[in-house]
């Protein structure tokens, strides 16, 4: 017979072991259009928290480590959107995606051109410092519909800087893509439930806004 002492220490383990390479979350109603997160640096444990609270809108998210997906041109998204599809709970169709910091970069640098493969993106904060050109960019590569959040005061490695948003803004405004920026004043990096400066305030509208941006690109 299990006590009540290793029922309990079985389920911390299960609460604070580190999430497998790819974790799924499935939606509350057993099956739902895909979800494929891309976490920050900080590793996907750090986006589990609002990777849930997408899944419970009713899609089936998966969520990946962005570390690996760094430096691979694209190929390790491309390899993380092939794996979610093959999820138990995943519905047919293409996918949505969602990064955060420097998974949120690769999905908006890489993931904008796969129209074929991608409905539609949702990033917050990603890291932008390397986007070079980026009229070339909104003009060769951003084919997906993006939403893009970032704080006015987001300093954090010079990686995700609000000028440079604002560039990309412009610059997908001028190529007529369908680019959104919302931007949130007094507003760090990391301001996610959880995050190193969570912010309430922005993170209830930035997820407010991904949840009716997600219910446009794979439907409520």
């Keep these: 017979m299990i006590s009540r002492l290793s029922l309990g220490a079985a389920v911390l383990v299960l609460l604070t072991a580190p999430l497998a390479a790819q974790t799924e979350f499935p939606p509350p109603s057993g099956k739902g259009r895909l979800v494929v997160v891309a976490s920050g640096m900080s590793g996907p444990e750090h986006y589990a928290t609002v990777s849930r609270a997408i899944a419970a809108l009713g899609y089936d998210v998966v969520l990946f480590d962005g570390n690996k997906m760094a430096g691979t041109k694209g190929e390790g998204l491309q390899t993380a959107i092939t794996t979610a599809q093959q999820m138990p709970h995943a519905l047919p169709g293409k996918p949505a995606l969602v990064g955060f910091s420097m998974g949120g970069g ?29 009229p070339a960019f909104a003009t060769t590569r951003l084919k997906v519909p993006v939403l893009m959040f970032a704080g006015e005061n987001d300093t954090y ?47 209830k509208d930035a997820f407010k806004r991904t949840a009716a941006k997600l219910a446009e690109f794979l439907g409520p």
């Design 106 to 134: 690769t999905v908006l640098g890489y993931g904008s051109a796969m129209a074929d493969q991608v409905a539609g993106i949702v990033v917050w904060y990603p890291a932008t410092s390397t986007f070079q050109n980026i």
């Design 157 to 203: 490695r010079n990686c995700c800087l609000i000028g440079t948003a604002h560039a990309i803004a412009s610059a997908a405004q001028a190529a007529g893509k369908p680019f959104e920026l919302v931007t949130y004043p007094a507003t760090e990096h990391d301001f996610i439930e959880d995050g190193g400066h969570y912010n309430p305030a922005a993170y």
